[in-house]
Structures are given as structure tokens and as C-alpha cells.
């Protein structure tokens, strides 16, 4: 709702927490310093305060000057773009909200507007419920629609080959009121594009097969003894030990991007693996309904790449970690051997603890105990498909939505 807006704006997005009288000249100087900057946004809209900061941006509240005649006040979110933001990254994003957005729950856009390094998207705007204060209250049906709205906006970007790369609860908005439901921030949109295969054991022009194989018999021995030789040279001696050799420090450094909000990285991402897929986005929508299911949030809460690999794996076990690092050409040590965890039980647990808690911040708010809304079997059969570690057998957004938890909507 509007006036959790303003509160979250003001519990979060002001320095040192100032509210009231306080907090307004610095309110104003924001805004003044926008319009300053993109002058045709002070003659189309009534700016009224800032409803989302992020890394690269911040989003207002706007209404149209020409509906304070007619009473209607038609609401628009300008999400403000820093200067130093790629124009590479500007332009991929504007293309993702005129191509895909507008339609199946995925926002769009109504214009843009630029002034030197200043740039501006105006978009529609709903009024939106918290993650917060429905992810622990949330029952059976309303998570169905919740998930299906969810994975139809995944579905739609990904069939333009579009990877989102930063899926979690403050980038898909829910109006609860109304059920409507919008899918936001394509910053860190990226291009998907299918891996090349190299097609081993290619057979040769039969013109030309005679005379490459006699040349293959002649330096068969030649070429054995110097892969030999250069295998041993380049074989690596300071695996597991408090020392780098000379060797590894030549070798050139992994590239892989990284994108994405901590506790919702897919282990294909956080393995820094080269070639991500929209797999990528299914595994953060699994993690948006475990925390719907266990009433936890945030679920993972890891502060680096080394423990978030933990955590997954005391969830799932060491057994299918590191075979999934293995598929993904990395080994993967553990101290221990971990069997996993049992999904079912552990988001039973985790519900019932919400009661035993009463100055817990997000207790339960429904008449009913924790335990009396059990969630079918298929949900789980749903969450872990979601979450399969191997993402060339991670269900797909399109799979998802004929699973039996969702069909019949």
C-alpha cells in the first residue's frame, strides 16, 4: 500500500533514519535536483518522493500535471538512472521494456527521457504490498497464483532469449488488494545465447582423408611424446596447499558473471561458470517460494560465494554438489559428507517456529496456527524442480506452468 511506501522510504532510503520534518528538505533537494537535471519531467509530472533506490538508480513517485483538473491522478514510476550507468546497459534495458514489457505481468514503458548523461524512464506504477508482510501468511491458492504469475513473466522474457539475472521479491511486484503482479528492473538484463557444441570426431572430405591420415601415422609417436611432455610441464602441484605455484599465477583469471542479489545466485553462478542460461532465473524463483514455504526470508543468508555454496549444500547435500561441480568442469571439497535435507520436514519446522516466537518481526498474522496450512505434496514436487542444482535439468519457466501444482488456474 501508498503509506507503507512512504514509511519503507523512510526506514530505508534516508541516511541516518531522520523521519518527520526532518527528512523533508533532503526529500526536496533529491527531487529538485532531478527536475534540475531532466527539466521536461518538472513541466509533465508532480514528483512526491522516492519509492525504490537501487545500485544505478532510484524510482519516484510521479502523477500527471493535465489529471489534477480532472481529479483522476494518474500514477507513474520514474526510475532515474545515474549518470556514470553504460549506455550499453541503458539501451539493452529500454529495448527490454519496449520489446517484452506491457504484457504478461512484465512491466513496460511509456517514455523515456534523456538530457546529456541523464536519462529517465517513465513507467506505470501499482501499488504494491511488501514481501514482508505476505510471505509467511500466505495460503495455498494465493501461492499458485503468486507462482504462476511469476513464472508466465519468466516465460515471456525468456522467449525473447532474455536472462532477467536479478529475480527476488523487491523486483516482482504484488498488489494483493487486486492480485496484480509486475515484473521490474531489467538493469542487469543480458543477452542469452546458446552454447556452441564442437562436434568431435568430424569425418574428413574423403579427397583429403588418405593423405591426413598418412601424415597423422608419420608423427603419431612425435606428437604422443610432446602432449606427454607438455601435460607434465603444465600440471599443477599446489592444489590443496598454503602456497600458489608459478604456474597458476600465469594462468589467466576465470571470467564469468556474477550478477544477481546474494542468497537468490543459482550454484551454476556461484561456480562462476562462463555460460549461464535462464536457468539462472528459475532457480531465484525457487528460492521466492521456499521462503513462501518455510515462512523464512530471507532464506539463504550468505555474506559471500564460499558460504552460499554451504548453505546449498546442507541443503541438498554434498553428494549432488559435487557432481553438479563436476558437470560444470570444478571440484568442489568438503569437510564433511552431508546427506541433505528432507524439504517437506525442514519447511514444517520452519513454519511452526514463527508461533513459538511471539516478538518475532514477522509473525504469522492469520487466525489459523502455521501448521494447520499444509501445502500439498505437488508444491514441494514444484519447489524441487525449481531448485534443481544441475541446470541442464532445472525445469523450465513453460515445463513449470503445466506442473500439477499449477494447471487448472
Known amino acids: 500500500m501508498e503509506t507503507d511506501v512512504v514509511s519503507n522510504y523512510w526506514n530505508v532510503y534516508h541516511p541516518g533514519g531522520v523521519r518527520g520534518p526532518e527528512a523533508e528538505p533532503y526529500l526536496e533537494q533529491k527531487i529538485a535536483a532531478l527536475i534540475q537535471e531532466l527539466p521536461v519531467l518538472g513541466e509533465l509530472f508532480d514528483i512526491h518522493w522516492k519509492i525504490g533506490e537501487g545500485t544505478f538508480s532510484s524510482v519516484y513517485l510521479a502523477t500527471l500535471k493535465e489529471s489534477r483538473s480532472s481529479g483522476e491522478s494518474k500514477k507513474f514510476a520514474v526510475k532515474h538512472l545515474i549518470p556514470t550507468y553504460p549506455p550499453a546497459r541503458v539501451e539493452r534495458e529500454l529495448q527490454c521494456l519496449r520489446n517484452i514489457g506491457g504484457a504478461d505481468n512484465v512491466v ?24 514482508s508482510d505476505y510471505f509467511c501468511n500466505m495460503g495455498t491458492v494465493e501461492l499458485k497464483h503468486y507462482m504462476k504469475a511469476l513464472l508466465t513473466a519468466l516465460r515471456k522474457v525468456h522467449m525473447f532469449n532474455i536472462l532477467h539475472r536479478d529475480v527476488k521479491p523487491s523486483n516482482f511486484l504484488y498488489d494483493r488488494r487486486n492480485r496484480r503482479y509486475l515484473l521490474v528492473d531489467f538493469g542487469l538484463a543480458q543477452e542469452y545465447k546458446e552454447e556452441k557444441k564442437v562436434e568431435m570426431n568430424k569425418p574428413q572430405p574423403m579427397d583429403n582423408y588418405c593423405v591426413k591420415r598418412k601424415r597423422t601415422d608419420e608423427n603419431k609417436r612425435e606428437l604422443l611424446e ?37 542468497g537468490y545466485r543459482a550454484p551454476e553462478v556461484l561456480f ?12 531465484a524463483a525457487g528460492v521466492i517460494m521456499l521462503c513462501i514455504l518455510s515462512a523464512s526470508q530471507p532464506f539463504f543468508r550468505s555474506p559471500d560465494d564460499c558460504t552460499a555454496l554451504a548453505e546449498i549444500t546442507a541443503l541438498f547435500g554434498t553428494d549432488k554438489m559435487i557432481a553438479c561441480a563436476r558437470k560444470l568442469g570444478k571440484k568442489l571439497l568438503c569437510s564433511e559428507q552431508v546427506p541433505g535435507a528432507d524439504i517437506v520436514s525442514l519447511c514444517q519446522k520452519l513454519r511452526a517456529r514463527v508461533d513459538r516466537f511471539p516478538n518475532r518481526k514477522y509473525r504469522i498474522n492469520s487466525p489459523k496456527t502455521v501448521l494447520e496450512e499444509n501445502y500439498p505434496p505437488e508444491a514441494f514436487d514444484l519447489l524441487l524442480k525449481l531448485l534443481e542444482v544441475d541446470y541442464k535439468t532445472r525445469i523450465t519457466a513453460d515445463d513449470a506452468l503445466q506442473h500439477p501444482f499449477l494447471r487448472g488456474l
Open 108 to 131: 513496460g514503458i511509456e517514455f523515456c527521457v534523456r538530457s546529456g548523461a541523464s536519462v529517465a524512464f517513465v513507467m506505470p506504477y501499482i501499488r504494491h504490498t511488501k514481501f
Open 226 to 262: 610432446e602432449t606427454q611432455k607438455s601435460e607434465t610441464e603444465s600440471r599443477c602441484y599446489c592444489f590443496g596447499k598454503p602456497r600458489v605455484c608459478s604456474l597458476c599465477l600465469t594462468r589467466p583469471s576465470q571470467i564469468a558473471s556474477r550478477a544477481g542479489t546474494p
Open 272 to 283: 562462476k561458470c562462463p555460460h549461464q542460461t535462464p536457468a539462472i532465473d528459475i532457480w
